[in-house]
């Protein structure tokens, strides 16, 4: 096979299976070709592995990088058009032990986007999330880890507030979607582009909502802060694990108490679990060290029962097809935004999971299992807890 056919495959099965990236790893004797689909890496076929240099200078033309340079990591980016789609591409190279490593991340332009209520949120949440989206000004946090779906609700969340009478700013690093009449800017760390540049030249071109794609670093928070003090709604993402701990977490890193208790209006926790086929579910066991885990953390649901699928032809043997978001809401009451002043950790934690409408992650997941849409271990294993249970595991 020629490389050009090669590449041509590797893109029409990608974009047919919904993979995310795609791995090319040369290793000694075999070219190894992975895809990650709803979050898990799918080995999909090995080559002979003289093909590798072939196909990495190859992409690394498309992505008009440096190819005599094969010794320092590279990135770029490049368009291809596969089944009538535009794909962007972006490219990463890693010098390994047997060439270069490429793995591509797929951005589809044309897949469209998903509206706020086809994330996955319950309706009475979806309530409370859009009558915050609807402030003047004020600032609203999306978190989870990378992979969590952040993106997607905030795109559906921008797309939403996207109405002529409004201007609309972002910085994103990627810009993942286009949006029309949104002003959109591709952060460039290399030129001097970054997060907090950006958003210190939004302030001077009138926005009403302002969408700083991460807040990495103290300055970009302050200046995000201080703008959604100015009369601008800013939206923006962190990587902490849950809704309690964000707010926190900007105090920690170092923007004044006082500015965070005043900015921050909400809190949107997210995480993406598999979704149990609905062609093979079935009653899904309860293990003995499950239970005793629900008995301790979550009795509410000791008693539930909960549904797996068996594995079928539909969802590739893996009883899971697709990925659904589960979602903390946590909305900064006056009460919290006091704690928040006074620095007092522990009166914040104890007021937010007293909060009315409050629920932690873990317990989204677990009526979502009972609800036969997800497993139990798909539940669990959002817990920070879960994993002792399977160091447990052997002592069983
Ligand atoms: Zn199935």
């Known amino acids: 096979m020629t490389v050009v ?89 890693l ?17 469209g986007l998903l509206s706020l209520d086809q994330v996955g949120m319950p309706n009475d949440m979806l309530r409370r999330f859009r009558s915050q989206l609807h402030r003047p000004y004020g600032m609203i946090l999306v978190t989870g880890p990378t992979g969590s779906g952040k ?26 979607y286009r949006l029309p009449r949104v002003s959109q800017v591709q952060i460039n760390n290399k030129v001097g ?17 302002i969408l700083v794609g991460e807040m990495r670093d103290s300055e970009t928070a302050e200046i995000g802060l201080r703008a959604s003090m100015t009369g601008h709604l800013v ?40 979704r149990n086929c609905t062609e093979c579910s079935e009653p899904e066991p309860v293990s003995s060290h499950h239970k005793v885990w629900l008995d301790s ?14 594995g079928c032809q539909t969802c590739n043997h893996t009883g899971y097809k697709g990925r659904i978001g589960v979602f903390e809401l946590l909305e900064v009451t006056p009460e919290l935004a006091d704690a928040l002043r006074a620095n007092d950790h522990n ?12 629920r932690s992650l873990v317990d989204s997941a677990l009526a979502m299992a009972v609800s036969g849409q ?7 294993s959002l817990s920070e807890s879960a994993p002792l249970l399977d160091e447990l595991e052997g002592n069983f």
């Open 235 to 274: 939206l923006s993402t962190l990587h902490t694990n849950n809704a309690i701990d964000s707010a926190l977490r900007l105090v920690d890193m170092e923007a004044p108490g006082y500015l965070v208790a005043s900015a921050v209006k909400a809190v949107l926790a997210q995480r993406l679990v598999k």
């Open 151 to 176: 993106t997607t609700t905030l795109y559906g969340a921008l797309n939403e507030l996207n109405i002529p009478d409004k201007k609309i700013l972002t910085a994103e690093d990627p810009v993942e």
């Open 5 to 93: 056919k090669l590449i041509n495959s590797l893109f029409e099965d990608a974009v047919q299976m919904n993979a995310s990236d795609i791995h090319i790893e040369p290793d000694e004797k075999v070219l190894r070709i992975r895809q990650r689909i709803d979050g898990n890496l799918q080995e999909t076929l090995l080559k002979e592995s003289g093909i590798a240099s072939a196909l990495v200078l190859r992409l690394k033309l498309m992505s008009e990088l440096d190819i005599s340079e094969k010794r320092l990591p590279q990135d770029g980016r490049f368009h291809i058009k596969v089944r009538k789609m535009n794909i962007d591409v972006r490219l990463s190279t």
């Open 374 to 380: 997800t497993s139990l271990e798909q539940a669990i």
């Open 95 to 111: 010098p390994v032990e047997h060439g270069e490593a490429v793995v591509m991340r797929l951005l589809n332009q044309s897949a």
């Open 347 to 358: 009166t914040f934690t104890r007021l937010a999971q007293q909060q009315k409408g409050y």
């Open 193 to 209: 582009l970054t997060f907090s540049n950006a958003l210190r030249t939004f302030l001077r071109q009138d926005p009403d909502i």
């Open 297 to 310: 953390q979550y009795p509410a649901y000791s008693q539930q029962r909960f549904t797996k699928g068996k």
